[in-house]
């Protein structure tokens, strides 16, 4: 199976190597591994199964007092494959363990698996997955990324499990979630703020560790692990047990590129209902004027709506962080994304599935007149305005 490593420079050999053999995730750990200083960075306990190994040698040299997560791993997921291969936390002993690899073995060959993985990469799926076993920690786990258009920012999610009696309490509630765009010193950007002011109101990060988690990605890239001419997402944790940042996975996101030298403007046409984007809710660039899209939602019937079109926007609202399409979805105009959230979240793996695909993303927020419009097919064409920082939305006025 041929890769897309071929058509990116890597400043260090080596990295490519790890990531071509084992992916982001045992790729990344063995890389970092190698190198000084990310020793109390990378999970404990960790087993690299790799593809066509027997597991059983590796289960019977297992340390099982601490709780186990079972990951598998393809070469592949350094460019994608996002909430495609199955992860299996909280397992406790050997036999759950054994359980849990030959369940995410057995995934990966369910047909709509390979079908969807077949559709990324526009080739015949190996097959090869190789099985990541690490020390489970139950703790905060998040997602950073650099902002393409924009070195130095970065937008950062935390995910914050609740006590299991307050969940108790609170019934559905059982996370707390956190997303912010910050300066390389940790700085919170308050975007409403900016928008209103039009100039950079900083505050103070409502994130724990927030510095850490920075500074640790810069480390990260700093290692050479990923290409220096890309933007990537890096996956992290938190050790239960020394509370140091911890790397789960890195995947490549976006070239770094300028943004545009223009600000969006909304239309002075009443007939036409515009949506700003909060600043660093954009990504890639349009011409100044916009572009117009036939547009649908990211559904079965909102793709075969769109199929006949060249291009397509395609709009999709979900609630938690791991609440992605179906891997039947396969839309191959995506020409533009529009994330829609409670909270201003964006890095939640349903909408960076996406976000990695499309040329250009605006984040639109909770959107409740625009989603249904859209859902219904009532909504045809929208046009989406970026510089890569700001952007907005614009559609005819419902009568």
């Not at 790890?18 to 790729?27: C, I, V, W, Y």
């Not at 993985?117 to 190789?130: A, L, R, W």
């Not at 995947?251 to 002075?268: G, I, N, Q, T, V």
């Amino acid at each position: 199976m041929a890769f897309p490593f071929e058509s990116i420079e890597w400043q260090n050999s080596n990295a490519k190597l790890q990531l071509a053999r084992g992916g982001s995730k045992a790729g990344g750990y063995q890389f970092l591994r190698e190198k000084k200083g990310f020793e109390k960075h990378l999970p404990s306990g960790t087993t690299d199964i790799q593809p066509g190994d027997d597991s059983e040698p590796h289960l019977r040299t297992m340390n099982f007092d601490r709780k186990k997560i079972v990951r598998a791993y393809h070469p592949l997921d350094v460019f994608g494959m996002v909430d495609v291969l199955k992860t299996i936390p909280n397992l406790q002993g050997i036999l759950q363990t054994r359980r849990a690899i030959q369940d995410v073995l057995a995934h990966v060959q369910q047909p709509e698996v390979r079908s969807y993985i077949e559709y990324e990469f526009g080739q015949p799926f190996d097959g090869k997955v190789g099985v990541l076993v690490q020390d489970c920690n139950t703790g905060a786990r998040g997602s950073i990324l650099e902002h393409p258009h924009q070195p130095g920012i970065y937008r950062v999610g935390v995910t914050t499990p609740l006590d299991p009696a307050i969940q108790a309490y609170m019934k559905k509630i059982k996370a707390v979630m956190e997303e912010e765009v910050c300066t390389d010193d940790g700085k919170r950007i308050d975007a409403i703020e900016t928008l209103h002011q039009g100039k950079q109101i900083y505050e103070e990060s409502d994130i724990r560790h927030i510095d850490a988690i920075i500074a640790f990605y810069r480390h990260v890239r700093d290692s050479g692990l990923m290409p220096h001419t890309h933007s990537y997402q890096m996956e992290f944790g938190f050790d239960d047990v020394t509370n140091e940042v911890l790397f789960y996975q890195a995947r490549l996101f976006k070239l770094f590129s300028p943004r545009a030298e223009f600000e969006p403007k909304s239309s002075d046409n009443p007939r036409i209902q515009s949506r700003v984007v909060f600043p660093y809710g954009a990504y890639g660039t349009t011409p100044e004027e916009g572009v117009s899209f036939p547009v649908a939602f990211l559904d079965d019937d909102g793709v075969k709506r769109r199929k006949k079109d060249n291009d397509a926007a395609y709009i999709y609202a979900n609630t938690s962080t791991h609440e992605s399409t179906d891997l039947s979805i396969q839309p191959t105009n995506v020409a533009a994304y529009l994330a829609c959230s409670g909270e201003s979240q964006l890095l939640p793996h349903g909408h960076y599935r996406w976000m990695q695909k499309a040329p250009v993303t605006v984040m639109l927020g909770n959107d409740e007149d625009l989603i249904p419009r859209c859902r219904i097919g009532s909504l045809r064409k929208i046009r989406v305005i970026s510089n890569g920082i700001n952007g907005m939305v614009e559609f005819p006025r419902q009568k």
